[in-house]
């Protein structure tokens, strides 16, 4: 596991690809019409896009939002944090620091824990 991540992110029981611990290290902060922390992440190792229909193209960004009110990203103060993960459908989310809900997938439900071992 990478020693440099922010935290780890896996989606067991929920999300099959991403059952399996991603460290991952913080982008930046986007938002939509409603929220303004939800947390673009780099993940690794990244998710098979084939599934997706993407080919050999593998997703290593993804868009995190807190799944219980009250709760923000920025800063993450309780683990284990309990998430939504989203998908970018429009890459332009990574230019404009903004989407709305068709340039976004949301593909599970995850948790983030501080350390690679809290996420095994």
């Known amino acids: 596991m990478d020693e440099t991540a922010d935290f780890y992110l896996t989606t067991a029981g929920e999300f099959e690809p991403l059952r399996e611990p991603r460290a991952c290290t913080t ?4 938002r939509d019409s409603r929220r303004d922390d939800y947390m673009l992440v780099e993940i690794d190792p990244p998710l098979p896009g084939q599934q997706f229909g993407l080919g050999e193209k593998d997703i290593s960004l993804l868009i995190l ?3 219980h009110v009250g709760h923000t990203l920025f800063p993450i103060a309780e683990w284990p944090c309990y998430i939504y993960v989203a998908r970018i459908l429009d890459e ?3 230019t404009s620091g903004s989407f709305s809900a ?7 439900k995850g948790t983030l824990y501080r350390s690679a071992e809290d996420a095994m």
């Open 27 to 30: 982008v930046g902060r986007v």
């Open 102 to 108: 068709n340039q976004v997938d949301l593909i599970a």
């Open 65 to 67: 939002s807190t799944r």
């Open 92 to 94: 332009a989310v990574l």
